[in-house]
């Protein structure tokens, strides 16, 4: 729809909200293709690093503006602000020192004064010692005004997890999995299941793995293909219809999805802390507090919290309680940058298992060192992150290829659209000759596309 009137400049709020990573892709590649200008505000990291040539962060009601894309932005602006540090920190060294000189100048004089008298030869020493202070003291004056400018530094919590887990050679295995729903049994995810022979959905089908402590995988697939559907599995909340998934039957599991249920509603996310992980309300506060629910949210209930909060609170919860394994079903929805940094830095140091479904590709690279693809109810099993799955040609094909034609097909219009406003307005001949070249070309371009 942002296309239908032929823009030069496209502005997207949250664009990738709710897309699968097959979609977020197809976004990026129109997007590049796109000939006029894009501002978008979102907190998918890996999309921003894909699509944007500048990064503008808002901050303290002041906008600053870094070349490149997310991560470029991270890198030039934790340099800068370990140099504003720096310098303001040597700026307090120097007013510190100067401060003390003047005082004890100041000292010195005053006594010397006083022990003078009416004494001609010590008056003047005291009164040319008070000159060298009065000069100290405006030189103070001067270096106070000159303070450095000091941008106080978002906080990027490093949270670590103090438990160790259950110590175990497996967490969870499952042979030959398989499940579809029943009849009368409430589907929620069907889009894009496999068939079998009688026309009710496959969801997954022969699926079979084994995960170990400390193994950290991603769940990947498009929308509606059964990843929420294999958590569930997992977790024991349903029944495979073919095969058999072994839960160790020593280890505690904790489950995104309950553990927001399950929180207190009318008492604090610090006393839900509190209760879930046996620690001090205190303890509590710190911990939360680095999971970036702060000051007074930490004391409100919990149904006053915002989703994001309350999600940050769950998996305070889960990451600091008695768990050994934990299920996380798209953790980092509603969260900005970072809380999501906070939930990767919990995880990261969390001893045991985690199997995580989300479509955060940022997320995967910084996390997960396993990813499980679904697709058509099949499952397999990749020992890397996202991008190095991605690059060395297993390749999610969910974008499938009437969606990048449509893609580019879009561009394509988008673009000969733009250049048609260019030659109306052009303003020589030679301008007007290059713009019809670009548009013939483009024609050309999509006529073979759709041959």
């Known amino acids: 729809m942002a296309f239908k ?31 006029g200008a894009v501002l978008v505000i979102s907190h998918d990291r890996y999309f921003l690093d894909k699509v944007c040539t500048d990064t503008w962060e808002l901050r303290n009601g002041r906008l600053m503006v870094y070349p490149g894309g997310y991560s470029s932005y991270r890198r030039i602006a934790e340099a800068n602000e370990a140099t504003l540090l720096r310098e303001h920190a040597k700026w307090s060294r120097d007013v510190r020192n100067l401060e003390t000189e003047v005082r004890n100048r100041r000292a010195w004089y005053e006594k010397a004064h006083k022990d003078a008298g009416k004494n001609d030869f ?21 270096l106070i ?12 919590p490093s949270v670590r997890v103090a438990h160790e887990g259950y110590r175990t050679s497996t967490v ?29 959905r496959w969801l997954i089908k022969d699926a079979s ?10 769940l990947i697939g498009h929308n509606g293909c059964g990843k929420t559907t294999l958590l569930r599995l997992i977790t024991g909340e349903l029944s495979p219809v073919l095969g058999r998934v072994w839960l160790n039957p020593k280890i505690q599991v904790g489950y995104l999805e309950q553990m927001l249920s399950n929180l207190a509603p ?11 992980a046996g620690m001090s309300l205190q303890e509590a506060r710190d911990l939360i507090g680095m999971m970036g629910v702060q000051n007074d949210a930490q004391l409100r209930p919990v149904s006053t919290l915002s989703m994001g909060e309350r999600t940050r609170v769950a998996m ?6 008695a768990y050994d394994c934990l299920v996380l079903d798209e953790p980092t929805n509603h969260l900005d940058s970072l809380a999501r940094d906070a939930i990767e830095s919990a995880l990261k140091s969390f001893p045991g298992a985690v199997i995580v479904a989300t479509h955060d590709r940022y997320f995967l690279d910084t996390v997960c060192d396993t990813i499980w693809r679904l697709d058509k109810g099949e499952l397999t099993v990749h020992e890397s992150n996202y991008t190095s799955f991605a690059s060395s040609g297993k390749k999610s094909s969910d974008a499938q290829s009437k969606s990048e034609r449509d893609a580019k097909e879009l561009a394509l219009r988008a673009g000969m659209a733009y250049l048609i406003s260019r030659i109306s307005a052009a303003k020589s001949e030679a301008e007007k000759a290059e713009l019809d070249r670009q548009y013939s070309q483009l024609a050309a371009e999509l006529r073979a596309l759709s041959r």
Request: proline share 6%; aromatic share 6%.
């Open 5 to 35: 009137e032929d823009p030069e400049v496209l502005i997207l709020d949250e664009p990738t909200n709710h897309l699968d990573i097959a979609g977020v892709e197809w976004l990026e590649k129109l997007l590049a293709s796109f000939p």
């Open 172 to 200: 969870l295995r499952a042979e030959e999995l398989a499940f579809r729903y029943e009849a009368g049994q409430p589907e929620t995810e069907q889009r894009d299941a496999t068939q079998c022979e009688s026309g009710r």
């Open 316 to 321: 305070a919860c889960l990451t600091y309680g």
């Open 145 to 156: 005004q000159a303070e450095p400018e000091l941008t106080i530094p978002e906080t990027r």
């Open 122 to 142: 010590y008056r003047r020493k005291s009164k040319k010692h008070a000159r060298q202070f009065q000069a100290k003291d405006r030189r103070l004056s001067k």
């Open 209 to 218: 793995f084994t995960v170990k402590p400390g193994k950290k995988v991603g």
């Open 266 to 276: 009318e008492e604090s996310a610090a006393a839900n802390l509190t209760k879930s």
